[in-house]
């Protein structure tokens, strides 16, 4: 199983003051372990904007922490390129209102991965397969 990570997902299992439990984190973990962990780029922007807006904490400074959670030791960062566009597009236009989030499941719908999210919108969708630990 490849999984990708919602940016609030990749967030809350790289920091310790989250909303994850010990067995969701372990299991990410496991994946990280074996190269099945993801990341849409986007991800890394919507990381800076909540840092840019004081809504997560770091406990290093931004870029330093960036590099280190992006590191192809734990994950891939997939980018976003014309055939991410291209599946943005092909979304049904009402889906999300989240430019960035309709970005994620596309990323995740083009790499055939699972995505690990929270988000309601993105889970009754059904338009990408959701990761269960």
């Known amino acids: 199983m490849t999984v990708a990570l919602d940016t609030h997902t990749w967030l809350w299992w790289l920091l310790p003051t989250?909303?994850?439990s010990t067995r969701e984190r372990q299991a990410l973990d496991g994946l990280a372990a074996e190269g099945k962990l993801y990341l849409p780029a986007i991800c890394q922007w919507e990381a800076q904007m909540l840092h840019r807006k004081g809504r997560i904490e770091l406990p290093l400074p931004f870029a330093s922490w960036l590099r280190r959670a992006t590191s192809?030791?734990?994950?891939?960062?997939?980018p976003l390129d014309a055939e991410v566009v291209i599946a943005v597009d092909a979304l049904p236009p009402r889906f999300h209102g989240d430019?960035?989030?309709r970005i994620i499941v596309a990323t995740a719908r083009v790499h055939g991965l699972q995505l690990a999210t929270r988000d309601r919108t993105i889970r009754k969708s059904r338009l990408v397969k959701i990761w269960r630990v």
């Open 18 to 20: 989250s909303q994850m």
């Open 99 to 101: 430019p960035a989030d």
């Open 72 to 78: 192809d030791k734990i994950l891939k960062v997939l």
